[in-house]
């Protein structure tokens, strides 16, 4: 254990800027990390997975390095003029499911520091992994709305909801520590977002609301283990353990309750997380589902968005889910190159 230790520590500084995988997505150009097959995934982690894909696709996608993904901010700039701004150094690939976003590669002199140029400095652009720009592409907030991030640092979200906004109506980012506020606060003012007030609380505290509902769409981007993330943090394999799992899951629960419940009638509600755990996902879903029959799960149309996924989890282990639940969007690393994903879209009838 202590020689995985040190290897974590060794690679984890390097992953946010070791990415540099070719951007057609295939195995034969993923960049495989150093000293890999040294990395080692527990017992119980591996006959868990093994039950939900193929572990050693799943395994080597894991233990490559993301590519680099960046979102343009149209509040402050066309893509047009960023395309130009960038095509003499950088090659912009486009992500299917996001118009805004492109996968990013020098083709100078291999540079991959892109949080110092100097268009990530003015807010015309905001580094976000390609999957974690799902959710808000789901939720589809519309100008002059009342919408809540409830889980919003550090912003990545939270700046995308506001742009698709278009700075009107009203956004509340939502975080339940001072400390993550900080990063939250400086990227909504980099960004140039001027409809969104910061909240410090734990999210479960917006019960109070339920009384009288206010918001016309929640996403609740609720923390997780991070299954899905494990090529960004080679720690979550260190930390992850089943009793963790049931800890979050009921957190989980609660977040999801209190969002669905200050929900106006007929609003939406997003639920995603960056784990693959089912009972942090389908089963958290489905409890809700069980609670109010009034909460009617959405088909997410990843033919249309141009998703490659994987298919929801009806059972595990012991339980069986709804088969509503077929309807969530369940990403694994390998589907489409990029971090592991959950979403699930939510209306509240009448």
Sequence with gaps: MADQQAIIDEEADDLLIEDDARADGTSDNLNIMPNHEEIIFKDKFVERYSQLTDFETFKKYSLSFLRRTIRVNTLKISVAELKKRLKENWRLTPVPWCKEGFWIENIKDGRRDIGNLV?????????????????????EPKKDE?????????????????QYMKNTGLLIANDYKGMRLAPL?????????????????????????????????????APCSGT???RRSLK???????????????SQKQLLRTGFEILKPGGTLVYSTCTLE????????????????NAKLQKID????????????LKFEDKEYSSEIEKCL???PQDNDSEGFFVAKIKKES
């Design 302 to 313: 990843a033919k249309k968005l141009k998703i490659n996924h994987s298919p929801a989890v």
């Design 236 to 250: 979550t394999l260190l930390i992850w353990n089943p009793d963790m799992i049931k800890r979050l899951s009921g």
């Design 278 to 293: 089912p009972e942090e996902n389908e089963a958290v879903v489905d409890s809700l589902l069980e609670q109010y029959p």
């Design 185 to 221: 606060g400086m990227n909504i003012q980099r960004m140039g977002i001027t409809n969104a007030v910061i909240t410090l609380m734990e999210g479960r505290y917006f019960s109070n609301f339920k009384q009288n509902p206010v918001f016309d769409k929640v996403l609740v981007d």
């Design 119 to 139: 268009e990530h400095s003015l807010g015309y652009i905001y580094i976000q992994e390609a999957s974690s720009m799902i959710p808000p592409i789901v939720l």
């Design 228 to 230: 899905g993330n494990i």
């Design 330 to 332: 369940r990403i694994f």
């Design 146 to 162: 009342m919408v809540l991030d409830m889980c919003a640092s550090p912003g990545s979200k939270t700046t995308q909801i506001a």
